[in-house]
């Protein structure tokens, strides 16, 4: 009998590991570990050889600071956040935008650990999921301490973003999380802190700031290598698809011009601090070979026309502007209240 058990238990062992054996065989992870990530010599015996996308992980490491130990001796340093209700609710609507979308650069960031192929990439990455947990919850904090209803996701950012976490294309993640979202976050968190609308907000910004530097510096340091490898066909898709990321990106920031200017700071300067960044950003990655093709939309500050565009969607203050940048404002508002989102 004892033989017979034996021989049972023996034969349930078998089967469990043929099956995880097939499991294993055609899985996700069918061809770990990549031998690629073997190195003749050690890399910390071989400084000179290090790599600028692996010191991003290693300046992480230094530059790493305890979200809620700052927070909370930020508010008990000015006694909490002293805004009129009316600054309040409006100041909620871009940090609440700009804490999902750091919900949003933190799950990208850990796809990114695990599916990028290049050692030093997926280590800054690695770095970055810790970067973009900190300015969540750091952000939640502030966000709670306002005292006022978190308000609704704008419906073309929850579009962008959505649109952005689903797509399986990492050069896609790359170009419209690390340059078009992290370029155009770190203008606005500097945006806000050179405004001085709230001294508690103030001192978290510069932290948060100096991350997303290192963020974008992943996209601009490891962009070009995966693209040289793509057919022109392939970039062209990637093109269309991060434009019409940036165009509803851009279409929030429009729709909260009002909210900035509430809250006293003049969302025309956000716009040129934007631009400015972004088109440096493109102009570090370069067009698609064999045109001059950007992979996402820009507008340079030192064009002739900058200022007559920046005029036609964001008038200058106590004007209402020319009739063709209304009717633009009012159909981005009618699309926000038309399309699903």
Excluded: C
């Amino acid at each position: 009998m004892a033989l017979i058990a034996s021989t049972r238990v023996l034969g349930r062992v078998v089967r469990r590991a043929v099956s995880n054996s097939v499991h294993a065989r055609f899985g996700r992870f069918r061809a770990w570990p990549n031998d690629a990530l073997l190195l003749d010599e050690p890399l910390a015996m071989a400084e000179q050889q290090t790599d600028r996308l692996r010191r991003i992980y290693a300046h992480a490491l230094r530059d790493a600071w305890d979200g809620p130990a700052l927070f909370r001796a930020a508010m008990e340093k000015h006694g909490g956040i002293q805004l009129a209700r009316a600054q309040r609710e409006a100041l909620a609507h871009p940090i609440s935008m700009l804490m999902w979308g750091e919900l949003a650069a933190w799950i990208v960031s850990a796809e990114l650990a695990v599916r990028l192929e290049n050692p030093d990439a997926r280590l800054a990455a690695s770095a970055q999921v810790f970067d973009e947990a900190r300015h969540f919850y750091v952000l939640r904090d502030y966000l709670a301490a306002l005292h006022v209803p978190v308000p609704k996701l704008d419906p073309y950012f929850a579009i962008g973003a959505r649109r952005l976490l689903a797509t399986k294309d990492l050069t896609v993640k790359l170009f419209a999380m690390q340059l078009l979202a992290e370029g155009t976050a770190m203008a606005i968190f500097r945006f806000l802190a050179d405004a001085k609308v709230e001294p508690v907000l103030t001192e978290l910004l510069p932290y948060i700031e100096k991350d997303e530097a290192r963020h974008v510096g992943l996209g601009v340091l490891y962009l070009p290598e995966r693209l040289r490898e793509l057919p022109r066909r392939e970039l062209m898709k990637i093109r269309d698809i991060t434009y019409g990321i940036g165009d509803l990106f851009g279409a929030t920031q429009i729709r909260f011009a009002r909210h900035y200017a509430a809250i006293g700071a003049d969302p025309r300067d956000l716009f040129r601090a934007a631009d400015k960044m972004l088109h440096e950003l493109s102009q570090k990655i370069g067009p698609i070979p064999g045109t001059d093709l950007e992979f996402f939309p820009t507008n340079p500050t030192k064009a002739p026309n900058y200022e007559e565009n920046l005029d036609l969607v964001l008038p200058r203050p106590g004007h209402e502007g020319r009739l063709v940048g209304r009717l633009i404002r009012g159909a981005i508002d009618f699309g926000a209240r038309t399309l699903p989102a």
